[in-house]
């Protein structure tokens, strides 16, 4: 089992950027596939990013394409999101998410949550 702990949230202007970690203990990240999330108030949770065990390969929400980078250190037991251009849409819970079996953008093959951090993009 893995706990995760989401930080770097935060109120920043469009245009601006964030760089979001989640935190994992309990367990060695190298055996998860990560995942990021989003979920706006009044909306489904939505996929944003996913890394794979070792970092090999990355995939990315079209809407985020080219904006965020998803990165992990497995050393440190972190996952990173680096969040570049952002939009007022962008506002949302962010949530990390640990998965055992493989990259994937569907909210339910994750089996470990982290309880998320507040991005807001407003001027």
């Known amino acids: 089992q893995v706990q995760l702990v989401e930080s770097g949230g935060g109120l920043v202007q469009p245009g601006g950027s964030l760089r979001l970690s989640c935190a994992a203990s309990g367990r060695t990240l190298s055996a998860y596939y990560m995942g990021w999330f989003r979920q706006a108030p009044g909306k489904e949770r939505e996929f944003v990013s996913a890394?794979?065990?070792?970092?090999?390969?990355?995939y990315y929400a079209d809407s985020v394409k080219g904006r965020f980078t998803i990165s992990r250190d497995n050393a440190k037991n972190t996952v990173y999101l680096q969040m570049s251009s952002l939009k007022p849409e962008d506002t949302a819970v962010y949530l990390c998410?640990?998965?055992?079996?493989?990259?994937?953008?569907?909210?339910?093959?994750?089996?470990?949550w982290g309880q998320g951090t507040q991005v807001t993009v407003s001027s």
């Open positions: 890394i794979s065990r070792y970092g090999a390969s990355t």
């Open positions: 998410a640990a998965a055992r079996r493989g990259s994937t953008p569907r909210v339910d093959e994750y089996d470990y």
